[in-house]
């Protein structure tokens, strides 16, 4: 007898996971969490025994529905899950595996697909962020090819325009849950923002690094990652995340002056490793913090003028734009609306192996989870 499960895996921007139906999975959180880390092969650096890329951004997991409630079309919970630590965080949530969610429902038949896009309202169910996925879809079938170019993803694909419904706020309660433009914690100057992903943001000089240093010179750099980790953790609880221990947020940031034409320049950590590039809900975050006059980063930032913004952010392999409409006044400005763009790619669809010890945890669907030989 062997057991199986639905599974697609899928790029989203410059993130790739496995992507599964809701009904194809446990209801239990403790049998999910199991079954994930198992499918995935985690704890082990190489994720040698599972479908995992043994790198936090291949390392993720998408679960997919219907909505429940009419304001949606799909709802979305995002897991992260370790690599050497047995540990599936489901409390941030994922702009780039969310970029894949529109093309899954429909290839999956969640929602049905019109000419020449379609629109498909999101519920990220780890945040409660709602968001409208425009995917190409011409021929009433999902375009992935296309002209649309994003760093840290080779070649071209098919736009797809994500803009933000509500995502101020959505993890710590508030844009600004500390109440503050600034606090200074552990003794550093930074700013704590919630616009779709909690980060902490901080001048890269105030930590004795220029901020254009290589992600591996900054992970050598013993001092600075003791720093880091220091203002993360008293950061956690003014956020409103309690204890951040074992927590994959709040995220953290270095920026420095742009030098390549664009807002800011930017190093991210995953909390402890840096990130080649910077996730996209960060972007939104670190993006914000920059329009806010009392914010380190405000004060190098290079803010174009006018209310409709495109913001780029440099990072170590290109940039992330971000794109604005602010409200508000100079003193006091507004985040009225906000959308990116990414792109997303099918790699494969089929049925991953699941051992008989976990097989219990199968629910019974349509989709040939258990197979008798």
């Given at each position: 007898?062997?057991?199986?499960?639905?599974?697609?895996?899928?790029?989203?921007?410059?993130?790739?996971?496995?992507?599964?139906?809701?009904?194809?999975?446990p209801t239990d959180v403790a049998q999910r969490d199991a079954l994930l880390l198992?499918?995935?092969?985690?704890?082990?650096?190489?994720?040698?025994?599972?479908?995992?890329?043994?790198?936090?951004?291949?390392?993720?997991?998408?679960?997919?529905?219907?909505?429940?409630?009419?304001?949606?079309?799909?709802?979305?919970?995002?897991?992260?899950?370790?690599?050497?630590?047995?540990?599936?965080?489901?409390?941030?949530?994922?702009?780039?595996?969310?970029?894949?969610?529109?093309?899954?429902?429909?290839?999956?038949?969640?929602?049905?697909?019109?000419?020449?896009?379609?629109?498909?309202?999101?519920?990220?169910?780890?945040?409660?962020?709602?968001?409208?996925?425009?995917?190409?879809?011409?021929?009433?079938?999902?375009?992935?090819?296309?002209?649309?170019?994003?760093?840290?993803?080779?070649?071209?694909?098919?736009?797809?325009?994500?803009?933000?419904?509500?995502?101020?706020?959505?993890?710590?309660?508030?844009?600004?849950?500390?109440?503050?433009?600034?606090?200074?914690?552990?003794?550093?100057?930074?700013?704590?923002?919630?616009?779709?992903?909690?980060?902490?943001?901080?001048?890269?000089?105030?930590?004795?690094?220029?901020?254009?240093?290589?992600?591996?010179?900054?992970?050598?750099?013993?001092?600075?990652?003791?720093?880091?980790?220091?203002?993360?953790?008293?950061?956690?609880?003014?956020?409103?995340?309690?204890?951040?221990?074992?927590?994959?947020?709040?995220?953290?940031?270095?920026?420095?002056?742009?030098?390549?034409?664009?807002?800011?320049?930017?190093?991210?950590?995953?909390?402890?490793?840096?990130?080649?590039?910077?996730?996209?809900?960060?972007?939104?975050?670190?993006?914000?913090?920059?329009?806010?006059?009392?914010?380190?980063?405000?004060?190098?930032?290079?803010?174009?003028?006018?209310?409709?913004?495109?913001?780029?952010?440099?990072?170590?392999?290109?940039?992330?734009?971000?794109?604005?409409?602010?409200?508000?006044?100079?003193?006091?400005?507004?985040?009225?609306?906000?959308?990116?763009?990414?792109?997303?790619?099918?790699?494969?669809?089929?049925?991953?192996?699941?051992?008989?010890?976990?097989?219990?945890?199968?629910?019974?669907?349509?989709?040939?989870?258990?197979?008798?030989?």
């Open positions: 007898m062997k057991h199986e499960l639905r599974c697609m895996w899928m790029r989203g921007g410059t993130s790739k996971g496995a992507y599964f139906l809701a009904s194809d999975m198992r499918i995935m092969g985690s704890p082990d650096k190489r994720q040698i025994d599972g479908i995992g890329g043994a790198d936090s951004l291949t390392s993720k997991v998408a679960i997919v529905a219907k909505s429940s409630t009419p304001d949606a079309d799909v709802e979305f919970l995002f897991a992260q899950v370790g690599i050497d630590k047995a540990v599936v965080d489901t409390k941030p949530n994922c702009g780039n595996i969310l970029a894949g969610v529109g093309p899954f429902a429909i290839e999956r038949g969640l929602i049905p697909a019109s000419a020449p896009e379609t629109r498909v309202r999101i519920r990220t169910l780890n945040t409660g962020t709602l968001v409208e996925a425009v995917i190409p879809t011409p021929n009433s079938e999902v375009e992935y090819e296309g002209d649309e170019a994003i760093d840290g993803v080779p070649g071209t694909a098919a736009p797809i325009a994500i803009n933000f419904m509500d995502a101020s706020g959505s993890v710590c309660g508030s844009l600004l849950p500390t109440g503050n433009q600034y606090d200074i914690i552990a003794g550093t100057r930074v700013t704590c923002i919630d616009n779709g992903m909690p980060v902490v943001v901080m001048l890269a000089s105030d930590l004795g690094v220029t901020g254009y240093e290589s992600c591996a010179d900054l992970e050598n750099n013993a001092t600075l990652r003791q720093q880091l980790e220091a203002i993360r953790l008293e950061a956690g609880p003014k956020m409103n995340l309690g204890d951040v221990t074992t927590a994959v947020i709040p995220k953290l940031c270095l920026v420095s002056p742009p030098r390549n034409g664009g807002l800011i320049n930017t190093r991210s950590f995953l909390p402890h490793k840096c990130h080649d590039a910077i996730g996209v809900f960060g972007a939104v975050s670190v993006a914000t913090a920059c329009i806010l006059p009392g914010s380190p980063a405000h004060s190098i930032a290079v803010i174009p003028e006018g209310p409709r913004k495109r913001l780029l952010l440099e990072h170590p392999t290109g940039d992330f734009e971000v794109v604005m409409q602010i409200g508000g006044t100079e003193a006091e400005p507004t985040v009225d609306r906000v959308g990116i763009f990414r792109t997303a790619r099918a790699l494969f669809d089929g049925f991953v192996r699941v051992p008989s010890s976990l097989a219990a945890f199968l629910p019974n669907t349509n989709n040939g989870v258990t197979h008798h030989e």
